[in-house]
């Protein structure tokens, strides 16, 4: 999916990752600006059978789901306004282990955002709603090595 964007225009950086347990979720802010056109890309282990994707305004109307029953979820918008958007990822189940009659209990997930358009291409800082002060919501620092970002 990324891939497809980026020949699109986009800009694509790493936004955040973690894991999950089934019908858990993460909330992060993301700040936006007025017509920029944002995607929002969450990609997963191979323990995750379905994962959702939530955008949200700074009033909590709904921009953009994608709860389709897949392995992937993705959303893109142009923003209507300038501020924080609010973004929720749901991971709904894991697969099934046959030989053990379990389902994996957590499952890997990793977010990347994308912009087109503005008059710059910052880079994408996801904010914990509960720290805002403190470090982004990011396992790590991404390094860009010949116009890749990873």
Avoid at 45 to 70: A, H, M, P, S, T
Wanted: glycine fraction near 12%.
């Amino acid at each position: 999916m990324a891939v497809r964007q980026a020949e699109a225009g986009f800009t694509i950086f790493p936004g955040a990752s973690g894991s999950l347990q089934p019908n858990e979720k993460i909330r992060m802010l993301m700040p936006v600006t007025k017509g920029v056109t944002y995607c929002f890309l969450v990609g997963v282990d191979k323990r995750v059978r379905d994962i959702d994707l939530y955008v949200f305004d700074e009033q909590g109307n709904e921009i953009l789901v994608d709860d389709r029953r897949q392995r992937r979820a993705g959303t893109k918008f142009v923003a209507s306004y300038t501020g924080t958007a609010e973004v929720f990822v749901l991971l709904q189940s894991t697969n099934f282990n046959a030989s053990t009659s379990k389902y994996h209990g957590i499952g890997s997930w990793s977010l990347l955002v994308g912009t087109r358009g503005g008059s710059g291409q910052n880079r994408y800082e996801p904010v914990d709603p509960n720290n805002p002060q403190g470090p982004k919501a990011r396992d790590a620092e991404p390094t860009t090595e010949g116009g890749i970002t990873s």
